[in-house]
């Protein structure tokens, strides 16, 4: 049986008009097991996003594979996105929907069968403390309830494998830290998680395996005690710099 | 294609335009009302207008040494005023007869009409002071110009000795303008009259207009004629309906998206690209399709209330045919406008930015729609392979009913092709990474310097292209074809490259390309000069058959440039080098450096070219000057120099200056010369490129 | 609250220089302008160009019918105008109108009295009024005929001892006395006030946007409260600025209208033009510039007031679109000559301008009917600025938190009687 995700000699090249080739990611490999939460721990710029942009197929690889839940990110690109579900910050929500029709418009049009739509709608406004706005529209909401609406349509089609990209940047602690808690449950429920972030005590708290990324390439990938053991290090952020300065 | 998915996210679309009450209501509501608002204000204004003229009484005054007998004529005038048969349209009929005026009888008729105390005055001549006047007319024209208009033979001229009434009158004056018109028809009616009196008199057997009495009738319904006046501008019309319409939710629903991050939402989900792309399409159709309508529906409102009135004879016949045929037509138009729209709107990072690259597209595709006002342009011709200008042609047919099945079919084909390619185009924009990850910044704006250039190059030509253009139009002094050559030369072309160079602290030697070039290629350079001129004129020729030029116009073009009293030496040196050189510097030099990298090798000679072209403004010389820009870019991109697209450019012109002055006809040799010449022309390249020394820092070609 | 001039003043020249780094703005205010008219003028030209090659190449195909030895110096004459092309058809009627032949000349014989001149003969033309070419053939075909008829008559009278002058009696000629500067401002006064009207509006539009509603999507709207300086003084740099833009995009379109307007009404317009002259009289250039600059205030304002009810750009352009059309709806209808600059126009805001600028270019000066544009301009300048100092009171208006549209706002704070909420500040 082989990983929700796996990644091999993944690698991404964007082409600038003045500075020519960037690559932004160099083949990177890893893989993700079921059920545990991986964490992409990365400082801005050293290709987070764009590696989970190509696991979530928005962006095609230059080179290398990557497969989700048996399925090739390049060859079977809308069966991998009807198996996964997709956070970011950049992900934004159509401010004119209100709550309920934006979960319904993503379970919909992410496949959710269609008799089970209205009832998973149901369960999820009551999940997330939805219900007392559930018919305004989204620009009428405040920032933390964008983010609960924004969380329930990721899972609105109920996916096995969830990406989360920096899911707490711009949040305050208490919404962070509710974040967190979502991020647990989901894994409780079984479901494999990706998750992106440069904050050490959120991948320390959160993550199964943590994969070290830097300048395009994984420096490191590993549980947290393994990384611990190889470095001796004793907290994430001095792991972390470790590996940075050892390049 | 999944047809569900489609289907929900066309609703998703439609439900957030319907949600979004401002833009409704200006790009619905407020131009419902605007219409006739426009219609009524400008109606009334010219009514008034009409009436003030008609109520004024035109006060003129009557002068020169014949005054007595004009002023018969003008009271006969007043007597016939209301019988005269009115020429032309018989809507203006009232005008002569409620025409009021009277005389003011003065010493000084010109101070008064321009103290304004009078609207005009007539002058009248004896035969002998009127042809002393002519040949003194004749004669300063002649001190003016040499090359003087020819005279319409066909015009109708003085004979000599015949009395002259001048009618002097202020045409910057509304009022004078309108009595000057009017007195004018009123004394050439007298005319009429008075000569049928005369020749009766004489007994002349018959009506003067009863010779050579010419009967007209016209084939067409009125029904046609009509037509023919709708169809020319329907297209026009509804194609921009359905552009600004179609405008309201395209600008948002891609670049909109974009902007707000919920596309990236949107590309994570289990719709494919294609299905977006189709339910966009279909909401930006639905809502083109909806306003037109509802503008349409608002016309034919105002049409039935009479808010606008139609011409007397204006009659419309749609047969079902006809409007099946134009629902064909049209029908791909509707998907083409909105694949274009989609496609702006894809290519834009933000909604501004969309908005920014409409007005251009729009204006591009309007000139298209406007091609079935061109005269005598059948659809059985080229333009059936134009896409939107054959449907604009097809159409004016259809209107007079005339159904062209075969090319109405291709037509059709060109069109659901177009669409169908620009819908595909704009798939594959969604997948551009450069448009999904846009925050990084411009990396140019930091540096400045020689990528800051790259980024400004063409907007320092588009300025250029407008100074050139605004000077040779307005200074006097450069009115002569030598003067603005040199001013073109020197300021435009050698003058902006050295101020660019300085402003952007380029490498001058870079920037102008000033390098060796590999011996051989040399040898393939000077074989393509005599080849590539003539295949040059082959492609003028070839243009020609699309875009007849006028025999005057070029006439009118060798004139200036070759004229007859120019030292040879001059000649060679103003048409040959000095554009070789200074051309070549502005084009090939600072031009290419900063494209180089903003397209790839092909593109690049493309765009080098066309703008090369565009500075030759006129258009018969666009299509010629814009291929022989490419060939010179193409031969600097070879070469990696400058120098041979100077000779090879100094050479060409040369050349064409000889064959000018030898009356040699290249333009009307056979075309398996031109063919030859092609041959020839490809076996040169072949060596440049078999000895090619490329252009530093290209982008690398498409993999 | 007092404005602190050296606080405007950096405030002003920091808006300017971002603007003038953004590319919509920079295209509508200064390229827009400048640019226009070079573009259109190359577009008509080459139009024309590419019609005139079209229609010049054409020869009018005609099929003559029943012509005799009689009508041969007519026939003569059509054979060798270059300009026809004599055609035998087998199916006239029906070759006109498939469209390969465009006229057909039948000669008919005289009826009545005329029958009794000889020579005379009677002329059918048939042809398809729905065919340019058809059309076209037609106006040959009808000049030669008149010449052909002025050529007869002149020998028929001739033999009844009448010379072609005295056939011709008299001649009439117009002479248009005024002067090319003349017919040239003459021209501009028509053109100048729409074109210059709508490059304000449009040179202002965008900043005002863009300073208002614009701040508020980029979020800076709030960095630029916390600054140390009062409000007034931020808006009034604001203002300034929009205004600044406004009256540099009108200023440029008329320096460009008169560099250009000469070439592109010359294609349109005929030879004639081409020795108008489109000079401005250099005396009224102060007073142009002076209503211009009030002009920009003016439309300034209105924008920004109703942008900055807007949250976002796009919702920005939706606001003051209905303003934009209630400037240009006035102008539209003023395009016809021979209008009379009354005390009743020049109480109307933007038509009083747009008369002002008509006359001024001619050199026309209506000093008490300029006194009371201006002073009607200034009121409006001053109502709007009243207005949207009071608009700037209310706190929630100044955090953008307040979510309603400008009408909203009026109707619920601005018309007396009515309950202030919103907590002024």
């Known amino acids: 049986m082989s990983e929700p995700v796996e990644v091999r000699g993944l690698a991404k090249t964007f082409y600038d008009e003045n500075r020519g080739e960037i690559q932004a990611v160099k083949a990177v490999d890893f893989e993700c097991r079921e059920g545990e939460i991986f964490g992409l721990l990365g400082a801005n710029g050293a290709g987070k996003t764009t590696t989970l942009r190509m696991l979530a197929t928005i962006l095609a690889p230059t080179a290398g594979s990557a497969t989700i839940l048996g399925h090739d990110v390049t060859a079977e690109p809308a069966a991998v996105r009807r198996k996964l579900g997709f956070f970011s910050a950049s992900t934004a929500l159509y401010p004119r929907l209100t709550a309920r029709e934006t979960i319904e418009f993503f379970a919909r049009i992410n496949q959710y069968p269609s008799d089970q739509v209205l009832k998973r709608v149901g369960y999820l406004v009551e999940r997330f403390g939805l219900a007392s706005y559930a018919d305004a529209r989204i620009e009428k909401l405040s920032t933390g309830m964008k983010q609960k609406v924004s969380i329930a349509r990721t899972v609105a089609h109920d996916p096995p494998l969830l990406i989360f990209d920096e899911p707490t940047v711009g949040l305050d602690v208490l919404n962070a830290l509710e974040m967190q808690e979502v991020i647990k449950e989901f894994r409780n429920q079984g479901k494999t998680i990706v998750f992106s972030t440069h904050i050490m005590s959120e991948a320390e708290k959160l993550c199964d395996r943590i994969a070290i990324i830097h300048g395009g390439r994984i420096l490191a990938c590993d549980t947290l005690e393994k990384l611990r053991q190889a470095t001796g290090a004793r907290y994430l952020e001095d792991i972390f710099v470790h590996y940075v300065k050892s390049l | ?703 | 609250m007092t404005i602190r001039l050296s606080d405007v003043r950096i405030l002003y020249l920091n808006e300017l220089r971002s603007a003038l780094r953004e590319r919509s703005i920079v295209m509508n205010s200064i390229f827009l302008p400048i640019f226009l008219y070079p573009v259109l003028l190359w577009l008509v030209y080459t139009g024309m160009s590419f019609v005139a090659g079209q229609t010049e190449g054409f020869a009018s195909r005609v099929a003559l019918l029943a012509f005799s030895n009689e009508q041969r110096v007519f026939k003569i004459d059509l054979e060798r105008d270059p300009r026809l092309e004599v055609k035998t058809s087998n199916d006239p009627l029906a070759d006109i109108r498939n469209g390969d032949l465009d006229l057909m000349v039948e000669i008919l014989p005289p009826a009545g009295e005329a029958a009794r001149l000889t020579g005379n003969f009677r002329v059918r033309l048939t042809y398809d009024n729905s065919k340019d070419r058809s059309r076209m053939a037609r106006d040959r075909i009808a000049e030669r005929l008149r010449l052909y008829r002025d050529r007869y008559l002149e020998q028929e009278a001739g033999k009844l001892g009448l010379t072609p002058a005295q056939l011709q009696q008299f001649w009439v000629e117009t002479n248009n006395i005024a002067t090319e500067r003349q017919m040239g401002q003459f021209i501009l006064g028509l053109m100048i006030p729409i074109f210059l009207i709508i490059m304000v509006a449009v040179g202002s539009m965008h900043p005002a946007i863009d300073c208002t509603a614009g701040e508020r999507e980029k979020s800076t709207w709030e960095t630029l409260m916390t600054v140390a300086t009062s409000r007034v003084n931020i808006v009034a740099a604001k203002y300034l600025y929009v205004s600044t833009m406004a009256a540099v995009a009108g200023i440029l379109n008329l320096a460009a209208m008169m560099f250009s307007m000469k070439s592109v009404l010359a294609p349109l317009l005929g030879e004639r033009i081409s020795t108008f002259s489109f000079g401005i009289p250099l005396r009224s250039i102060p007073l142009i510039i002076a209503v211009t600059v009030l002009l920009a205030f003016f439309i300034s304002a209105g924008m920004m007031i109703l942008a900055s009810f807007a949250r976002t750009y796009k919702e920005g352009q939706a606001t003051v679109m209905p303003f934009y059309f209630a400037i240009m709806m006035p102008v539209m209808f003023l395009q016809v000559p021979g209008l009379e600059f009354t005390p009743a126009l020049a109480a109307i805001p933007v038509v009083n301008i747009c008369m002002v600028f008509r006359e001024a270019v001619a050199g026309v000066y209506h000093w008490p009917m300029i006194a009371i544009t201006l002073a009607v301009e200034t009121g409006c300048i001053f109502f709007s600025l009243w207005l949207a100092a009071t608009i700037l009171k209310y706190e929630d208006f100044i955090l953008g938190s307040y979510g309603g549209s400008f009408g909203k706002f009026f109707k619920e704070r601005l018309l007396p009687g009515r309950g202030k909420r919103g907590g002024r500040a």
């Open chain 2, 1 to 703: 294609m999944n047809w569900r998915i489609v289907r929900l996210l066309l609703a998703n679309e439609l439900k957030m335009l319907v949600r979004d009450r401002r833009t409704v209501v200006v790009s619905i509501v407020l131009p419902v009302f605007i219409m006739p608002l426009m219609l009524l204000g400008t109606r009334f204004v010219q009514e008034r207008r009409a009436d003030s003229l008609r109520r004024v009484t035109y006060k003129y005054s009557i002068a020169g040494a014949e005054a007595k007998k004009a002023r018969a004529l003008v009271e006969k005038a007043r007597e016939i005023a209301s019988q005269l048969p009115e020429e032309g349209d018989g809507d203006r009929k009232s005008d002569l007869a409620d025409f009021k005026f009277e005389e003011v009888r003065t010493d000084d008729p010109e101070g008064d009409l321009k103290a304004k105390k009078i609207h005009f005055y007539l002058e009248a001549l004896s035969g002998e002071e009127a042809d002393a006047l002519a040949h003194e007319e004749a004669r300063k024209q002649q001190a003016e110009e040499q090359e003087g208009e020819r005279p319409d033979p066909l015009r109708p001229v003085r004979v000599a000795g015949v009395p002259l009434i001048r009618i002097h009158f202020q045409g910057d004056q509304d009022e004078s303008n309108a009595g000057r018109g009017r007195v004018q028809r009123l004394l050439a009616g007298v005319r009429r009259v008075r000569s049928e009196e005369i020749l009766r008199g004489r007994g002349f057997p018959a009506e003067p207009k009863q010779i050579v009495e010419v009967e007209s009738r016209s084939l067409a319904t009125p029904g046609q004629v009509s037509g023919s006046f709708v169809g020319r501008f329907l297209t026009f019309f509804l194609f921009m309906l359905m552009l600004s319409g179609g405008s309201v939710v395209a600008m948002d629903s891609i670049a909109g998206e974009k902007e707000r991050g919920s596309l990236e939402t949107l590309l994570t989900t289990a719709a494919r690209r294609a299905e977006i792309v189709a339910a966009k399409q279909l909401s930006i159709l639905a809502v083109a399709l909806g306003i037109t309508f509802i503008q349409v529906a608002n016309i034919l409102v105002y049409l039935t209330f009479k808010v606008i009135e139609l011409p007397k004879d204006f009659v419309i016949e749609i047969p079902p045919a006809a409007v099946l045929t134009l629902l064909l037509l049209y029908t791909p138009v509707a998907v083409l406008v909105a694949s274009v729209l989609l496609m702006v709107s894809a290519y834009a990072k933000t909604y501004k930015e969309a908005q920014f690259y409409f007005f251009p597209v729009n204006l591009v595709c309007l000139v298209f729609a406007l091609a079935s006002v061109l005269p005598g342009v059948s659809l059985r011709s080229a333009i059936a392979v134009v896409p939107l200008a054959n449907v604009s042609v097809a159409v004016r047919e259809v209107m007079v009913g005339k159904y062209d099945w075969p090319m109405i079919a291709l037509t059709f084909l060109v069109m659901a092709l177009t669409s169908f390619g620009i819908a595909r185009a704009s798939t594959r924009m969604l997948s551009k990474e450069r448009l999904i990850t846009a925050s990084e910044s411009d990396v140019a704006d930091l540096e400045g310097g020689a990528s800051l250039f790259s980024k400004h190059v063409l907007r320092w030509y588009a300025l250029l292209w407008a100074v050139m253009f605004a000077v040779a139009a307005n200074i006097p002094q450069l009115a002569t074809f030598r003067r603005q050559l040199l001013f073109n030369e020197i300021v435009i072309f050698l003058g902006a490259p050295a101020l660019m160079i300085w402003k952007y602290r380029l490498n001058w030697r870079d920037a102008l390309a000033l390098r060796g070039v590999n011996p051989m290629a040399w040898i393939g350079v000077l074989l393509s000069i005599p080849s590539g001129h003539l295949v040059g004129i082959g492609v003028f020729r070839l243009a020609n058959i699309f875009v007849p030029v006028s025999e005057r116009v070029l006439e009118q073009f060798s004139r200036s440039i070759l004229p007859g009293d120019v030292p040879l030496w001059q000649l060679f040196f103003f048409l040959s080098v000095l554009p070789a050189v200074c051309e070549e510097i502005g084009f090939r030099g600072t031009l290419l450096y900063g494209l180089r990298r903003k397209f790839r090798p092909a593109a690049l000679a493309l765009v080098v070219g066309t703008v090369f072209g565009l500075f030759h403004v006129a258009l018969f010389r666009i299509i010629p000057t814009g291929f022989l820009g490419v060939i010179l870019t193409a031969i600097a991109l070879l070469t990696g120099s400058i120098f041979p697209g100077m000779v090879v450019h100094a050479g060409n012109n040369a050349f064409g200056v000889w064959a000018g002055l030898q009356e040699f006809p290249l333009g009307r040799l056979d075309w398996w010369i031109y063919v030859a010449a092609g041959i020839v022309f490809a076996l040169s390249f072949y060596i440049v490129y078999r000895n090619r020394t490329p252009y530093p820092g290209l982008r690398a070609p498409r993999r």
